[in-house]
């Protein structure tokens, strides 16, 4: 059982940076993929970007690819995302997730067993 809380969210200006972050607690971290997914008002939760249980292998959703990286600390079992040239149309609530192993590295939104509350990210014009 894994518990997941973001921080860093906030208001910025468009081209400014954010990093977020995931702090997880359960024994079991390093073994599960993570990824970022988010969520603006009135449209689906759509990923972000993921990561396997080493650190070796991301991907990373068009929308963000070239200005986001995804990376993981697990001796402090936390999860990142630096978000840079930011977008206005950026501006969702972002999530952090836990895959289960047993799925392997997957970006299927169905295949994240654990959630976070969510972190708001607003980036104006």
């Known amino acids: 059982q894994v518990q997941l809380v973001e921080s860093g969210g906030g208001l910025v200006q468009a081209g400014g940076s954010l990093r977020l972050s995931c702090a997880a607690s359960?024994?079991?971290?390093?073994?599960?993929?993570m990824g970022w997914f988010r969520q603006a008002p009135g449209k689906e939760r759509e990923i972000v970007a993921a990561?396997?249980?080493?650190?070796?292998?991301?991907y990373y959703a068009d929308s963000g690819k070239g200005r986001f990286t995804i990376s993981r600390d697990n001796a402090k079992n936390t999860v990142y995302l630096q978000m840079n040239s930011l977008k206005p149309e950026d501006t969702a609530v972002y999530y952090c997730?836990?895959?289960?192993?047993?799925?392997?590295?997957?970006?299927?939104?169905?295949?994240?067993?654990?959630w976070g509350q969510g972190t708001q990210v607003t980036v104006s014009s």
């Open positions: 997730a836990a895959s289960d192993p047993i799925y392997g590295f997957s970006t299927r939104v169905h295949h994240y067993t654990y």
């Open positions: 359960g024994r079991t971290f390093s073994r599960y993929a």
């Open positions: 990561i396997n249980w080493s650190g070796g292998n991301t």
